[in-house]
């Protein structure tokens, strides 16, 4: 199931929310929690729900001994042992196919069970919170069963680091406040997801073939702007889902496309997962005390390898890895000096570079649409001016949105004349929520020309 | 948090919430319906739940598939995002184009291999029938309107399709090509606004090509009583996008000298004196007022006295054809391959055939699947 389906908005929700907030006491809310997600999980592949356990129980009873055993070898070993299963795991389903094929070896028929990655982070933040001693390993099965399960952020993310989480998951206090919070943040997320990612991904797919300059730009431009709607409105959805059960979580997306830096776009884009590469890999490694160098290439590859298994995300990840080098040793001090509106969109070209290899399925096909991004003899044909016209509010919309303009707007408004702005607000809130339904129905819609049986 | 913005929340909130628990209280009292006749199809029942279903996750699909399609206010929901995609300048809704006030559908592709197929049955059918064939081939309003497509909108060049279809076909068979004469009358109501069919006009334009082909005589207007039955017509493409307030007149073109028929629908087991159908206008589809829709084979038997009897294979542009070719013969025996699996060449003998047609429009013949095993059922 996922949150821009109807069946979620309009029954699992609200469902879950009302038995959430009727049942007395923490722990029979928990218990309630765990099993909705157990059957949001079930809701997508029944059969990965044994996975699924099985990963909880490994992590707790690995946990258990990580926090029993006194001695430090021992410790390490069980330490490595519970991180290389997790691995595996996730290795084996997510990359058994890549291996075989990079040894001309046919594929097996096996699908990504939903989540894996992000929930396989999340356990592997908890084993290692356990290990450095940050937290001490979770006895309550439920509660730990709840951090890696719970149906807000199983399927994308946020990777909710478990020190976070600790102190929220065996109690939390209802708070009304934080409710209606989440809801509008919620509805928020739905209607980037609904009305600006799924239409700028109608335009993506309509420019695939096109062969001309403005067209390969259009193309790139609605992927980058699709891509950013769809995961920072999962985000919000998902975090939004979580408030209204009581959980607190960091942003994932601060306005990325708003970076001066390539730097700072990572410090603004998917920051959970930034995060955890920071703490969990990067730090360890050394950080920059020592082999810098080769611990952000390390940082990136698996920053690439972890988006999906191919050589254009790999290839990605290293792009970026670069970059920052590039910044760190050469270009900062221009970065520093040259005009912001410079910086800006000499960080939007990089990243929309960089979203060329991510959405390529080759990267053959890659450089052949970076070659159209610059080739003149070609400019443009009348189907990019047909997707153009027919799109410019969108284009409009995404690009107002994906700034600050937005925000900066809705605070200043709000502090200025905060019942008019509440009154508006609330409308175009209101206003676009029912537009989404109706896009969430016309996505199901399939009319024949002739009686279908 | 600031205290305006916390007031903010909660009233959203409040609002949201009562909406989304009405949509969720009213969804689950209110009975399912079998089938939606805008979408055309059946809608997803309550899946059975059974540990098969359950294991392969065939049951959750469903469940999601049930809860969209038996969604409260759906079709009400869909004109909201037409109203919505038309006031933001959207050109194109999946395969039809929103245009100067009509709605027209795309070229389609070509299934080239089993074009191939029909192709090689229709010319050892022709071949071997040993009467006179007839092929006429619709173009669709995306080739002969292109004018009221939107700006910078690029389609698939039909001419070709059809240029190739022809030219394909074997040279024994008399290719009624319409296309210059409705041309001509460009402007006219030749295409529904929110169907995919074309009107009786059209029909008649294109009647008067295939007429002097077959050698049926000189044919005007002034032979008909046209009756317009009906105002309110949203068609197919309506029903594809959602559209509101774009609505189509039907007229149906009865010839003055009209000779008393029996329709007999072999497929469904009915009889009829018309080729209308009055209950048809009651139902959203109201094009099936011409024949009462689409069935496997319907034979015409005309009191008069023509010695000609017509085998008609065709979709469903025939069906406005047909009011046309009655006065002109004995029988006529309308095979809709898509809904036919017997012997078509029986027929030939059966029905002492004297004239074969076959009429499409091209966007259904170049997806067509049907032609070819229809027509060469003998061969197995």
């Not at chain 1, 908890?126 to 940050?134: F, L, P, R, S």
Request: with cysteine.
């Amino acid at each position: 199931m996922v949150f821009n389906s109807l069946i979620f908005v309009f029954c699992f929700l609200p469902v879950s929310v009302f038995l959430y907030w009727i049942v007395p006491g923490s722990f029979v809310k928990n218990v309630v929690l765990f099993v909705l997600s157990l059957l949001f999980y079930a809701w997508n592949e029944p059969f990965y729900l044994i996975l699924l356990l099985l990963n909880i129980a490994w992590n707790y009873l690995s946990a258990l001994e990580l926090g029993q055993e006194e001695d430090e070898k021992k410790r390490k070993i069980v330490f490595w042992i519970t991180i290389a299963v997790n691995l595996l795991l996730l290795g084996a389903f997510k990359y058994t196919n890549f291996l075989l094929g990079i040894f001309g070896i046919a594929a097996f028929d096996v699908s990504l069970p939903v989540g894996l990655s992000f929930f396989t982070f999340s356990a592997i933040s908890y084993i290692a919170d356990v290990y450095k001693g940050t937290s001490p390993a979770q006895k309550n099965p439920l509660d730990l069963g709840l951090y890696i399960a719970f149906f807000g952020k199983i399927t994308s993310g946020p990777i909710a680091f478990y020190h976070d989480m600790e102190n929220q998951l065996a109690y939390r206090p209802l708070s009304k406040e934080l409710f209606f919070s989440g809801v509008c943040l919620f509805a928020k997320g739905l209607i980037k997801k609904v009305l600006l990612a799924d239409q700028f991904a109608l335009v993506f797919s309509a420019l695939s073939a096109n062969t001309s300059m403005l067209g390969a730009w259009i193309y790139a431009i609605s992927y980058m702007l699709e891509i950013y709607f769809d995961f920072s409105g999962y985000s919000d959805m998902a975090i939004g889902i979580g408030r209204m059960f009581g959980f607190t979580m960091k942003p994932n997306f601060d306005h990325p496309y708003s970076a001066i830096s390539v730097q700072d776009f990572w410090r603004r884009w998917h920051i959970s997962l930034s995060s955890w590469f920071r703490d969990y890999v990067y730090i360890p490694l050394g950080g920059n005390r020592h082999d810098y160098v080769r611990n952000i290439l390390i940082v990136w590859f698996l920053t690439g390898l972890w988006h999906g298994a191919n050589w254009t995300f790999i290839l990605w990840g290293l792009y970026y890895g670069g970059i920052l080098l590039l910044e760190k040793f050469v270009l900062k001090p221009y970065l520093q000096t040259l005009p912001k509106i410079i910086c800006h969109l000499y960080t939007l070209v990089l990243v929309l570079i960089g979203w060329v290899f991510f959405f390529s399925p080759g990267i053959l096909e890659a450089f052949s649409t970076l070659g159209r991004m610059i080739n003149v003899v070609h400019p443009m044909d009348s189907q990019v001016l047909f997707v153009l016209f027919g799109n410019l509010p969108l284009f409009i919309l995404g690009v107002l949105f994906s700034g600050t303009l937005y925000d900066r707007v809705f605070h200043l408004f709000m502090d200025r004349s905060p019942k008019r702005a509440s009154a508006i607000y609330t409308f175009l809130y209101v206003l676009f929520f029912v537009v989404c339904i109706a896009f969430m129905v016309g996505s199901t819609y399939q009319s024949f020309l002739y009686f279908a049986f | 948090m600031k205290k305006p913005m916390i007031r903010f929340n909660k009233r959203l909130t409040q609002i949201l919430a009562l909406i989304v628990s009405v949509f969720c209280v009213l969804n689950l009292v209110i009975p399912d319906s079998d089938k939606s006749a805008v979408e055309n199809r059946s809608l997803q029942k309550f899946p059975s739940l059974s540990a098969s279903s359950l294991k392969d996750g065939e049951f959750f699909s469903e469940l999601n598939s049930w809860y969209s399609d038996q969604f409260l206010g759906r079709d009400q929901f869909m004109q909201l995002k037409y109203a919505v995609n038309k006031l933001t300048g959207t050109k194109q809704i999946n395969d039809v184009f929103l245009g100067k006030g009509v709605l027209i559908e795309d070229v389609s592709e070509v299934n080239t291999e089993q074009k191939e197929r029909n192709i090689a049955a229709i010319n050892t059918f022709c071949t071997s029938s040993g009467v006179p064939s007839y092929f006429l081939l619709a173009p669709n309003a995306v080739s002969i309107q292109k004018d009221k497509l939107p700006a910078f909108a690029t389609v698939k060049d039909q001419n070709q399709q059809i240029d190739d279809y022809y030219a394909k076909l074997d040279p024994s068979i008399q290719k009624v090509d319409v296309r210059k004469t409705l041309e001509k009358h460009k402007e006219e109501y030749l295409y529904y606004k929110t169907d995919h069919h074309w009107t009786s006009l059209a029909a008649f334009y294109s009647f008067q090509d295939l007429a002097s082909m077959m050698g049926l005589g000189e044919v005007s207007k002034d032979n008909y009583n046209i009756y317009p039955v009906t105002t309110s017509f949203e068609g197919t493409l309506a029903g594809k996008v959602g559209s509101v307030l774009l609505k189509d007149q039907i007229d149906i073109y009865v010839p003055k000298d009209n000779d008393e028929y029996i329709m007999s629908d072999l497929t469904n087991a009915t009889t009829s004196r018309s080729i209308y159908s009055s209950k048809a206008l009651e139902t959203r589809d109201q094009y099936t007022v011409f024949l009462g829709g689409n069935s496997g084979r319907i034979t015409l038997e005309m009191n008069n006295n023509s010695d000609r009897h017509l085998l008609l294979i065709k979709d469903s542009y025939a069906n406005t054809m047909i009011q046309f070719l009655i006065p002109y013969f004995r029988t006529i025996d309308i095979i809709d391959p898509r809904y036919y699996y017997e012997d078509v060449s029986n027929l030939l003998e059966t029905q002492l055939i004297t004239d074969v047609l076959f009429l499409y429009n091209s966007n259904t013949l170049m997806q067509d699947t049907s032609m070819a095993d229809c027509l060469s059922v003998e061969a197995e």
